[in-house]
């Protein structure tokens, strides 16, 4: 999260790039070269490459135990990779800001800091001085129209709304992209209808590239730009399937004949990729 | 709403048994008067003796207990946080501290006589070393079962190894260190009562309880005996308003 990279922002690193499954056109924002990863005796990725469009939100889906999460923390550093790179712009990870929401909030916020002071804690390890602190996560929330009572604890909170702190928390330092690990799964399911629509929000407000891990198809197809399809390990790229159905989407998008062919689609590829092990 | 009140006075229901069993078991003579005086020849023995010897006793022996808690937080607590904040460092230590641990403190007096001779530093050092092993190792398991995610949201939110330890592993480990805190202050209270007894003591409580009973006076043994109970009950009682107050989040 080193604000060191900034300078280097305006002559990103030239990236040649092999073939990879990505983004007809545009310049990507992320591309990962080569990555390899096994756990004892399952090869869970081999030489795999992807771009990441710029802007978009992605959603990976797959089969269980696929290494879907492990693509996601891979990237973000949080796991060593055997092998291969991943770079943002050219950047290494260390040199960006990123965010990052945990799919267990619970375990994931600090029960001791009131909600505001969740949200401002990176920008205290930015060494930002308190009142711009304070100002920056202000403009936050009140840029995202999201109505909390910060003061409250984050146990004083339900499910839903401590996601929702953990997302701004992740969001407040401006981040170049945005990794979510399955973060409605421990939603029940009318919080996390409520969720998706907020998040869809903050999407379209803050533009920035985001990767989603879900479990559920529905969401994975409602919310992204892009679904990327994984296969069982070692993981391929099955589909990077766009999403064509614009935004602001809603519950009449769900039952749109494009968006329920794309979402048929997925469901073709995932399926297909389910049997052949 | 009365019956919300009504559940607030179900502690009380068993103070007013007892003492409604004391004051018949007394004024019936079930029981000898010697040995069991009455609840208000008792209380009228506090209530003097408070306001005199007892009083003196009863705060030689806070004082001390204090001390001893003292002393074992300012040693247990940053030492608990460098063991628990390596799981290495404390396997290995672990042995030592468990067999320490249960090694009965009162075992300890003759050689802290030896070391400290006949006065208040063996009774607090004594206290002070069972009370710290309680803290210790309680501690030590807070920082040690920090939330992994937590840890992790922290590091990824930029924070330096020192900034997780303060920010994160020293939060986290608080209710654990609070309950080792509650269970050190009553062990050191234990002791010090105990020492106070036989270890060539002249004041506090546990010198006056057995001062009483050699001068077989029972009133002012069970008035004594019913101040290290409040004592006791109180040292609790003001860890577990501290730990509410400051550690807010502790069970949630």
Redesign the interface.
């Known amino acids: 999260m080193s604000m060191a990279g900034q300078a280097l922002r305006q002559t990103p690193a030239a990236v040649e790039s092999p073939s990879a499954v990505g983004t007809g056109g545009r310049r990507p924002h992320v591309t990962i070269r080569g990555l390899s990863k096994r756990f004892d005796n399952a090869v869970i990725y081999d030489k795999f490459n992807l771009d990441i469009p710029r802007g978009e939100l992605i959603s990976v889906f797959g089969p269980n135990g696929c290494g879907k999460s492990t693509l996601i923390n891979m990237i973000a550093g949080l796991m060593p990779m055997d092998a291969g790179e991943v770079l943002f712009d050219g950047m290494h990870i260390g040199d960006i800001k990123f965010g990052y929401v945990f799919q267990n909030y619970r375990e994931a916020l600090f029960p001791w800091l009131r909600a505001f002071d969740n949200i401002a804690y990176p920008l205290k390890m930015m060494k930002v001085p308190p009142a711009e602190r304070r100002a920056r996560t202000e403009a936050l929330v009140a840029r995202l129209g999201i109505k909390l009572d910060l003061n409250l604890y984050p146990y004083q909170m339900s499910g839903g709304q401590q996601q929702l702190v953990s997302i701004m928390r992740a969001l407040v330092v401006e981040p170049e992209i945005l990794f979510l690990d399955e973060p409605f799964s421990a939603l029940d399911y009318e919080m996390t209808l409520f969720m998706r629509e907020q998040l869809q929000r903050v999407f379209i407000e803050s533009g920035t590239t985001m990767v989603l891990v879900s479990h559920d198809l529905e969401e994975a197809v409602y919310l992204a730009d892009r679904v990327l399809l994984l296969s069982r390990h070692p993981a391929r790229v099955a589909d990077f399937k766009a999403v064509a159905a614009a935004r602001p989407r809603s519950v009449a998008t769900l039952s749109d004949p494009d968006f329920v062919q794309t979402k048929a689609h997925c469901l073709d590829v995932f399926q297909r990729e389910v049997r052949r092990s | 709403m009365s019956a919300r009140r009504y559940e607030a006075l179900l502690p009380m229901i068993g103070v007013a048994a007892l003492f409604a069993i004391w004051f018949v078991a007394t004024a019936r003579q079930w029981v000898d008067p010697v040995l069991l005086p009455s609840p208000a020849s008792t209380f009228k023995a506090l209530w003097s003796g408070m306001h005199g010897p007892l009083g003196f006793d009863f705060v030689k022996t806070v004082y001390r207990t204090a001390a001893a808690t003292l002393i074992a937080a300012v040693i247990a607590i940053p030492l608990g946080i460098l063991l628990g904040s390596s799981e290495k460092v404390y396997r290995s230590l672990e042995f030592v501290i468990d067999f320490f641990r249960s090694t009965p403190a009162s075992a300890m007096f003759p050689l802290f006589l030896v070391l400290f001779g006949v006065g208040d530093e063996t009774k607090i050092s004594v206290a002070a070393f069972g009370a710290i092993l309680v803290i210790l190792f309680n501690v030590a398991y807070g920082v040690m079962n920090a939330?992994?995610?937590?840890l992790?949201?922290a590091k990824?939110?930029?924070?330096s190894r020192l900034?997780v330890l303060f920010?994160?592993m020293l939060?986290e480990s608080?209710p654990q260190t609070f309950v080792g805190l509650r269970n050190g202050v009553s062990l050191a209270l234990v002791i010090i009562v105990v020492a106070e007894m036989f270890i060539g003591s002249q004041d506090g409580l546990g010198h006056s309880v057995f001062e009483a009973q050699q001068l077989f006076d029972m009133p002012r043994m069970y008035a004594a005996i019913f101040a290290a109970g409040v004592l006791g009950y109180g040292l609790n009682l003001m860890f577990l308003l501290v730990e509410r107050r400051f550690?807010?989040?502790s069970g949630?």
Do not use: F, I, Q
């Open positions: 939330r992994k995610t937590r992790l949201a990824v939110m930029g924070a900034r920010d994160v939060l608080m550690v807010h989040w949630k």
